[in-house]
């Protein structure tokens, strides 16, 4: 079984969020003596391309309306990824600094032609194209529709949606960008009066995923306007947990953290990581410390965090340290705390990989009061830490972490994303690290749960076999 995962982003190629890191390690574990599973994804201009050397594999002309660009299919010379890779050069549109812009349009249609012409070449056709969200949305279309594109009909297609919010929406003032297709079946590219490459997915693609089960539930009832269309086709749609890659995040030994751990060494170890963080951070090291790493958006409830750090911080009790960007206004405020309450308080903005692994190693909690989290990546890494999560019951945090009141309980979990909500959650955390005994079995116990992605890259490969 050749299987081919199509994604605008892939750890540790090019990551913005949790995208990258699912497609960069689903592959690894759905790969067996039979199975297959590679990556195809753009080639942007990136740290990674300049470290690393790569071969052409396949040269064309794509044509995007009336325009024709030069397209190549990169491979990577000395690849120790785990899984094979391939990459979509379109030098003029997709070989870029950045993987989104607020115009992407072209752009990302631009990868899924490049991705479908080639496919066209191979003789040996995949047994399976698997989309991951809207960016690869119109890949399910294309092959169903499209003209040129008929020889790929058969091609079972999964799509995974990782995020619901985003759907890639364009007009149809510009639909003879879409390589030509049967007029009468442009129904299935429309939702609301425009393109939308997500909802084209939902409807063309053999089956939908999403990231968490409880997420797909949600989104039934509330899918920024698709409600009705996953209603519609829930036949063909399941959620699947997402799992982690317990190779790259692995306390034990992950290179970035100051001072590797495991369970049995595991006060030591998070000791160390927090002295350093302090240190960095001018923050009370002998404090509760409860962080954020992840996008400062509306989704993740980041938008609360000025007030409620404000009346969680005047009581001096805890410090809070913050990794994040997105809303500038937030990024703003967030910034501005920090006269306030030296010593308790902290915040970096930007995107920093090794300080996130740091971060999850040395705080003692992770704080996740997200409105919307499809599955949630970040509670997962925080539990192999020892990091105790503080999470909003929804999606993926539903799905992973139980109350510590609830029997077999390890993680705080709060109903509403609410100033209220959040204090009286930090509060609880801080009486459990009060409660020193209590806090170290916990500790110790979260390190112990399996969140790999043994169970689920088989669920996905059960449902690739029922295409067949
Ligand atoms: P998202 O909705 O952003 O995809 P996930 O929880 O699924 O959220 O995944 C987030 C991933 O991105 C995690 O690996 C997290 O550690 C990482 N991440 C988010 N923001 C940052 C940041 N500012 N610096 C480093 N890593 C980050």
């Given at each position: 079984?050749?299987?081919?995962?199509?994604?605008?982003e892939?750890?540790?190629?090019?990551?913005?969020?949790?995208?990258?890191?699912?497609?960069?390690?689903?592959?690894?574990?759905?790969?067996?003596s039979?199975?297959?599973?590679q990556?195809?994804?753009?080639?942007?201009?990136?740290?990674?391309?300049?470290?690393?050397?790569?071969?052409?594999?396949?040269?064309?002309?794509i044509t995007?309306?009336?325009?024709?660009?030069?397209?190549?299919?990169?491979?990577?010379?000395?690849?120790?990824?785990?899984?094979?890779?391939?990459?979509?050069?379109?030098?003029?549109?997709?070989?870029?600094?950045?993987?989104?812009?607020?115009?992407?349009?072209?752009?990302f249609?631009?990868?899924?032609?490049?991705?479908?012409?080639?496919?066209l070449?191979?003789?040996?056709?995949?047994?399976?194209?698997?989309?991951?969200?809207h960016?690869?949305?119109?890949?399910?279309f294309?092959?169903?529709?499209?003209?040129?594109?008929?020889?790929l009909?058969?091609?079972?297609?999964?799509l995974?949606?990782?995020?619901?919010q985003?759907?890639?929406?364009?007009?149809?003032?510009?639909?003879n960008?879409?390589?030509?297709?049967?007029?009468a079946?442009?129904?299935?590219?429309d939702?609301?009066?425009?393109i939308?490459?997500?909802?084209?997915?939902i409807?063309c693609?053999?089956?939908?995923?999403?990231?968490?089960?409880?997420?797909?539930?949600?989104?039934k009832?509330?899918?920024?306007?698709l409600?009705?269309?996953?209603?519609?086709?829930?036949?063909?749609?399941?959620?699947?947990?997402?799992?982690?890659?317990?190779?790259?995040?692995n306390?034990?030994?992950?290179?970035?953290?100051?001072?590797?751990?495991?369970s049995?060494?595991?006060?030591?170890?998070?000791?160390?990581?927090?002295k350093?963080?302090?240190?960095?951070?001018?923050?009370?090291?002998?404090?509760?410390?409860?962080?954020?790493?992840?996008r400062?958006?509306?989704?993740?409830g980041?938008?609360?965090?000025?007030?409620?750090?404000?009346?969680?911080?005047?009581?001096?009790?805890?410090?809070?340290?913050?990794?994040?960007?997105?809303?500038?206004?937030?990024?703003?405020e967030?910034?501005?705390?920090?006269?306030?309450?030296?010593?308790?308080?902290?915040?970096?903005?930007?995107?920093d990989?090794?300080?996130?692994?740091?971060?999850?190693?040395?705080?003692?909690?992770?704080?996740?009061?997200s409105?919307?989290?499809?599955?949630?990546?970040?509670?997962?890494?925080?539990?192999?830490?020892?990091?105790?999560?503080?999470?909003?019951?929804v999606?993926?945090?539903k799905?992973?972490?139980?109350?510590?009141?609830?029997?077999?309980?390890?993680?705080?979990?709060?109903?509403?994303?609410?100033?209220?909500?959040?204090?009286?959650?930090?509060?609880?955390?801080?009486?459990?690290?009060?409660?020193?005994?209590?806090?170290?079995?916990i500790?110790?116990?979260?390190?112990?749960?399996?969140?790999?992605?043994?169970?689920?890259a088989?669920?996905?490969?059960?449902?690739?076999?029922?295409?067949?």
């Amino acid at each position: 079984m050749k299987i081919y995962h199509v994604s605008a982003e892939c750890y540790p190629i090019a990551k913005v969020g949790g995208l990258a890191d699912v497609v960069g390690s689903l592959p690894k574990y759905q790969k067996s003596s039979t199975i297959v599973s590679q990556v195809v994804m753009p080639f942007y201009n990136n740290d990674f391309r300049r470290n690393n050397k790569f071969s052409v594999l396949h040269e064309s002309k794509i044509t995007i309306g009336d325009s024709d660009f030069e397209c190549r299919i990169l491979t990577l010379k000395n690849n120790n990824l785990g899984f094979d890779l391939f990459l979509v050069d379109v030098p003029k549109l997709l070989f870029k600094d950045f993987v989104y812009s607020n115009n992407d349009t072209i752009r990302f249609l631009a990868f899924q032609i490049g991705f479908l012409d080639w496919m066209l070449t191979q003789n040996e056709k995949p047994s399976i194209i698997h989309c991951h969200d809207h960016h690869t949305g119109l890949i399910p279309f294309m092959m169903t529709q499209s003209y040129k594109y008929q020889s790929l009909k058969n091609i079972p297609t999964v799509l995974t949606i990782h995020n619901a919010q985003y759907q890639g929406w364009f007009s149809h003032d510009i639909i003879n960008v879409i390589p030509e297709f049967n007029f009468a079946k442009v129904g299935l590219l429309d939702w609301g009066g425009v393109i939308n490459p997500l909802a084209a997915a939902i409807k063309c693609a053999w089956r939908v995923t999403t990231v968490s089960p409880s997420y797909m539930e949600e989104l039934k009832i509330k899918a920024n306007g698709l409600e009705n269309l996953l209603n519609h086709e829930s036949k063909k749609c399941v959620g699947i947990l997402n799992g982690i890659d317990t190779e790259v995040w692995n306390p034990e030994n992950d290179s970035y953290i100051v001072k590797n751990y495991k369970s049995s060494t595991i006060q030591s170890g998070k000791k160390t990581n927090k002295k350093w963080l302090c240190k960095h951070f001018n923050l009370d090291e002998k404090k509760p410390m409860v962080a954020f790493i992840g996008r400062l958006v509306g989704e993740k409830g980041s938008d609360l965090f000025p007030v409620s750090f404000r009346n969680i911080l005047k009581e001096k009790s805890c410090t809070i340290l913050l990794l994040g960007s997105g809303h500038k206004e937030i990024e703003d405020e967030l910034k501005a705390l920090k006269p306030n309450f030296i010593r308790e308080y902290n915040v970096f903005i930007g995107y920093d990989e090794k300080l996130s692994h740091i971060i999850y190693a040395g705080a003692d909690f992770l704080l996740m009061p997200s409105r919307v989290e499809p599955c949630g990546l970040n509670q997962m890494y925080s539990l192999r830490y020892g990091t105790v999560p503080i999470v909003r019951n929804v999606g993926g945090l539903k799905d992973t972490i139980t109350d510590i009141d609830q029997i077999g309980g390890f993680g705080i979990c709060h109903e509403r994303t609410t100033v209220q909500q959040i204090v009286d959650a930090v509060g609880r955390s801080i009486k459990l690290f009060n409660d020193d005994p209590k806090f170290k079995k916990i500790r110790k116990k979260i390190m112990s749960i399996d969140h790999s992605w043994s169970a689920s890259a088989n669920e996905y490969i059960k449902l690739y076999k029922s295409l067949k």
